[in-house]
């Protein structure tokens, strides 16, 4: 049993579990188990005309006591692809053990999952934001497939952690989540008392290009940027998703932050085996989880956290999965009500490890609620409400978790931008843009391809002041909406980010940096404005006001339309060709269009 503090922080009663759901004694199929409950495995393993299905969990090793007790799917996405799933069998080794301790049987499958960093600038970033819809798939069709009566989900990367999300609310059995974790940061090996990430490599290429570095001191900061498993250690999308994973209330408490390399983590992994069991016994699903309030409270410290633009996307896609309205203007709502209380990498110096020293998301809730921006009365997968969770939560950094009087910056992190260039809007990450950028002119520099700017950057074709416009990388154009890490830190590391901006149909990366501005909607394949965009046009970026605009005349525009053609797409087989047609807007979450 874990100790009483570990108890306390999860909201478990083992006793009461183990009472609420196994029986002593036979069940009326003449096997051990439930006693007269109906649970949903049971299509597949009570009665008569299932002996040949228990056959089939026979020949697999399962007793009749395990067919008979709760099965528990565990969704693992453990892979030798991914830094911070590599460690995954190890958490879900504990999973079932909580499982099995609170009298359930755990029953593991895979899931795929794509590294954005190693996928980064190449074909492959165009099927890494499709994955999040195969993910979603493959779990619905492994858990109707396989009856689960309820499920664990172990993700820790970018699109494995929406996409589980995505088919929890789907399937709306009980779930929970605990993630990998995130790795710990590294030191730079010329200034010890600095902490650097993966975002430092990519930056150091455009310093190398610049001159500013040289190749040693490259290869160096790449052996030590990354000194464990793990979800990178800023506030890039993975460890955004799986901090607003327990904001929403589908994990524990620690979930975001607790750093893969920790004990604790592993407990709290057990602990998450534990509670599924309590959330099976209280009938508690993801729709009485995922409400709108749960969603608002998530928005909130989406904002304080200053996380990745792709939270955006990505609760979009969740709330419509769980039937909640999130209309873009209300992000803008959420974000000028709400201050950035936390300065993480890539918008400042401290890493995720820091940010869970200082008491982690539990302590970010707690300095939200004193001040009533949440709603208190949501139900969490830890059984209880939000006001039971944050009632002996210490607050112990106020340096890493600003007090809402004296934040980082008075307005949340992300900024939606309207405006001819956007008329279904886009996002920036306005906390981590320089102040100088915050409103800029500045004439067009066009690239029909990522791949264009980037080569136009590292050879030192951008002047100052100039916005960068990358087109046809939308969800549909690209296909598959490719981050654009590489030119965003090409810029930042060759010194250009206070001067020069980037605009695109696709999207950025959680580390990004700087007047980044992506998902542009609609996009330039479907007719959006950004496709007639011509060099030294003048783009305006007003992010405190939320605009974005092409300041050529209406008449211009409808011109250059007469004579714009459709882009013959890019690919043309095979899945990503399905996902171009099946797709839809950035502004919609980037989920496949419902089919009439």
Not at 253 to 267: A, F, L
Not at 579 to 595: E, H, L, R
Request: charged fraction near 20%.
């Amino acid at each position: 049993m874990a100790p009483p503090s570990d108890r306390a922080r999860s909201g478990i009663n083992l006793k009461s579990t183990l009472k609420a759901v196994i029986s002593p004694h036979r069940a009326d199929n003449g096997f051990f188990g439930l006693e007269t409950n109906t649970m949903r495995s049971h299509i597949a393993t009570k009665g008569i005309a299932r002996a040949p299905h228990r056959s089939l969990f026979k020949a697999m090793g399962y007793t009749d006591r395990e067919i008979n007790q709760p099965l528990i799917g565990i969704a693992n996405s453990a892979n030798e692809l991914i830094p911070g799933h590599m460690h995954l069998d190890n958490i879900v080794k504990a999973v079932k053990s909580g499982i099995s301790m609170a009298g359930g049987t755990p029953m593991e499958f895979s899931t795929i999952g794509v590294c954005d960093g190693i996928a980064m600038n190449h074909k492959g970033m165009h099927y890494s934001l499709a994955s999040r819809e195969l993910i979603a798939d493959s779990i619905e069709v492994t858990a109707m497939a396989h009856p689960f009566d309820a499920i664990v989900m172990v993700p820790n990367c970018d699109k494995i952690v929406p996409g589980m999300l995505m088919a929890a609310a789907r399937l709306n059995i009980p779930a929970i989540f605990i993630s990998g974790g995130p790795m710990l940061s590294g030191k730079h090996p010329d200034k010890k008392d600095k902490k650097i990430d993966l975002i430092t490599v990519f930056e150091a290429v455009g310093a190398v290009k610049s001159g500013k570095m040289t190749e040693q001191q490259l290869l160096e900061i790449e052996n030590a940027a990354c000194p464990t498993c793990g979800s990178c250690a800023g506030m890039f999308t993975a460890n955004s998703m799986n901090c607003l994973t327990e904001a929403i209330g589908m994990a524990l408490p620690g979930n975001g932050t607790i750093p893969e390399p920790m004990s604790e983590r592993i407990r709290l992994a057990k602990q998450a085996g534990i509670q599924i069991m309590e959330l099976l016994s209280q009938d508690i699903t993801p729709d009485k989880i995922l409400t709108r309030q749960a969603f608002m409270n998530a928005l909130v410290v989406d904002m304080a956290l200053g996380c990745s633009t792709n939270t955006v996307l990505h609760l979009k896609a969740l709330a419509h999965e769980a039937h909640v309205e999130i209309d873009l203007n209300l992000i803008n709502e959420v974000s000028k009500q709400t201050p950035h209380l936390c300065a993480l990498s890539p918008g400042g110096e401290h890493r995720i490890e820091d940010l869970n020293f200082a008491g982690g998301i539990p302590a970010v809730m707690r300095e939200l609620a004193d001040h009533n921006r949440l709603h208190m009365d949501c139900l969490t997968a830890t059984g209880k409400t939000l006001a039971q969770n944050l009632e002996t939560v210490i607050k112990k950094d106020q340096q890493v978790i600003r007090p809402v009087e004296t934040p980082y910056h008075k307005e949340g992190g992300l900024a939606i931008l309207f405006g001819n260039l956007a008329p279904e809007g886009c996002v920036v990450k306005q906390s981590a843009v320089l102040d100088e950028m915050l409103q800029h002119q500045g004439p067009a520099r066009v690239f029909d391809s990522e791949e264009q700017a980037t080569e136009a950057i590292l050879n030192n074709r951008i002047n100052q002041g100039d916005v960068i416009v990358i087109r046809y990388e939308g969800p549909a154009g690209g296909p598959g909406m490719r981050e654009m890490l590489t030119p965003t830190s090409a810029i930042a590391g060759m010194g250009l980010d206070g001067t020069v901006a980037l605009i695109t149909d696709g999207r950025f990366s959680g580390g990004s940096k700087g007047a980044s501005i992506g998902h542009i909607s609609p996009e330039a394949t479907e007719g959006g404005v950004i496709a007639i965009v011509e060099e030294t046009d003048q783009i305006k970026i007003d992010i405190p006001g939320n605009t974005i605009d092409l300041l050529v005349s209406q008449e211009t525009i409808a011109d250059r339309f007469s004579r714009w053609k459709k882009p013959e797409p890019k690919i043309k087989t095979g899945y990503m060709a399905r996902y171009a047609a099946m797709v839809s807007s950035a502004g919609n979450g980037a989920i496949f269009k419902d089919i009439l």
